[in-house]
Structures are given as structure tokens and as C-alpha cells.
């Protein structure tokens, strides 16, 4: 089991870039493929964009395809979300989750963080 802490949500406007960081607890961190996704008021928890446990593989959501980065640092037990030409429509809360397996499922995923709030303005 991983502990996850969320950080780096805010307010912004249309276009503007955040970066989320997601810092985990524990010494296993480097074996666990790392999601991030996201749940907006009313709608379904729904994937953005995972990352393999060595770095070398990625998967994004189209919808955030050339705009989002998924990153991590198993030195620092961290996770990152570069977010940029941020819409409205990105507007929600951000959650990031570690899985055994790479997979862009969110029940494959057993840990999850909290989550961060990102609101877009237009």
C-alpha cells in the first residue's frame, strides 16, 4: 500500500499551464505504474493519463494529448501532471493513484490520493 498527497491545483484561466505533483509514501513507489485522473461535479471519475513504473511508457486520454505531460521521479517518490493551453473543460478535481499494473482502468488502480482542485476559467 501507497500513501499519495495531491498538490498544485488552482485557479487559472483558459490557456494558462499548472503542474501537479503527487508525493508517495513508502519505499516501493518505483514499482507501482502511476494514473492521474479526474472527476468533474456530476460526471463520472474518468482517466487523464498513466505512466509505467520505469518512466518509459505513457498513455493520455485524447482529450489531453499534446497539452498534458505525465512524469515521475522515483528518487523523489513523486509523480507530476504538466498541464498546458488549459481549457474549461479541464475543470475538475485531479486524483492521482498508483496500480500493479499498467492499465488505464480506474479499478485497476488500489490507491488513490485525495485529489486537487483545478478550475479553468474562461
Known amino acids: 500500500q501507497v500513501q499519495l498527497v495531491e498538490s498544485g491545483g488552482g485557479l487559472v484561466q483558459a490557456g494558462d499551464s499548472l503542474k501537479l505533483s503527487c508525493a508517495a509514501s513508502?519505499?516501493?513507489?518505483?514499482?507501482?505504474?502511476m494514473g492521474w485522473f479526474r472527476q468533474a461535479p456530476g460526471k463520472e471519475r474518468e482517466f487523464v493519463a498513466t505512466?509505467?513504473?520505469?518512466?518509459?511508457?505513457?498513455t493520455y486520454t485524447d482529450s489531453v494529448k499534446g497539452r498534458f505531460t505525465i512524469s515521475r521521479d522515483n528518487a523523489k517518490n513523486t509523480a507530476y501532471l504538466q498541464m498546458n493551453s488549459l481549457k474549461p473543460e479541464d475543470t475538475a478535481v485531479y486524483l492521482c493513484?498508483?496500480?500493479?499494473?499498467?492499465?488505464?482502468?480506474?479499478?485497476?488502480?488500489?490507491?488513490w490520493g485525495q485529489g486537487t482542485q483545478v478550475t479553468v476559467s474562461s
Open positions: 505512466i509505467s513504473w520505469s518512466g518509459s511508457s505513457t
Open positions: 493513484a498508483a496500480a500493479n499494473t499498467y492499465s488505464t482502468r480506474v479499478s485497476s488502480y488500489n490507491d
Open positions: 513508502g519505499r516501493t513507489f518505483r514499482s507501482y505504474a
